[in-house]
């Protein structure tokens, strides 16, 4: 059995899952997978670790796989890391960092949670200076993708209901708060158009 049909077995016992004997058998089925060097697998395996999913909650071995995951070539699991990194689960806090990860995430192709986190981080002002209008164009690029805590936030913001009105939300909220001044901020000019000048690699973001 490859590593592929592994990890498959391992999602359903998951999503399936009636007992925690199901989560169990899903995290060694994650495990296997992980031994054998399938960074889907190490990612997975990250997910069940930082979360408890058939296993204690262990950062510090969340954080290993998600390593391993990048060295792979996994898009998802730099925001992953990124989400220890914000938070300083398993890691020394380091905001950079995190921002670094969601970045990297976004280059590999990878959009949905980056956008997210890098749009609460532009409206709450963490290692980025505060940029309102920043957040609601990242909080929209993430709706836009299905995030449904983005889609939420930005109904939040807009004072209205419909979460699925996201164009009508963004509008208003454009409206509200203005255009997005960018300044002499490279990498918010990058982040806005996709522009592959911003460099970010494995080792900028982990310690591992």
């Given at each position: ?76 699991a730099p925001s992953s890391l990124g989400w220890h990194y914000l938070n300083g689960y398993g890691v020394e806090q380091d905001y950079k960092k995190a921002f670094n990860c969601f970045v990297m995430s976004i280059k590999k192709g990878f959009y949905t949670y980056p956008f997210l986190n890098i749009a609460q981080m532009y409206e709450e002002g963490v290692f980025v200076n505060k940029n309102v209008p920043a957040a609601i164009e ?71």
């Amino acid at each position: 059995m490859d590593t592929d049909e592994i990890i498959r077995r391992g999602i359903d016992y998951e999503i399936h899952a009636k007992t925690e004997k199901d989560r169990e058998k899903a995290f060694s089925l994650y495990s296997q997978a992980a031994k054998e060097g399938d960074p889907f697998g190490y990612y997975m395996l990250g997910r069940c670790l930082s979360n408890g999913i058939g296993t204690d909650v262990d950062y510090i071995r969340g954080v290993n796989c998600y390593c391993s995951a990048i060295i792979g070539g996994y898009n998802a699991a730099p925001s992953s890391l990124g989400w220890h990194y914000l938070n300083g689960y398993g890691v020394e806090q380091d905001y950079k960092k995190a921002f670094n990860c969601f970045v990297m995430s976004i280059k590999k192709g990878f959009y949905t949670y980056p956008f997210l986190n890098i749009a609460q981080m532009y409206e709450e002002g963490v290692f980025v200076n505060k940029n309102v209008p920043a957040a609601i164009e990242f909080y929209k690029r993430s709706a836009d993708v299905g995030s449904p805590i983005a889609k939420k936030k930005l109904a939040d913001m807009a004072d209205t209901n419909d979460e699925e009105a996201i164009e009508k939300n963004y509008v208003r909220l454009r409206e509200k708060y203005g255009e997005i001044c960018v300044s002499d901020d490279e990498t918010l000019k990058w982040l806005l158009n996709f522009l592959p000048f911003v460099h970010v690699d494995y080792y900028s973001i982990c310690d591992c």
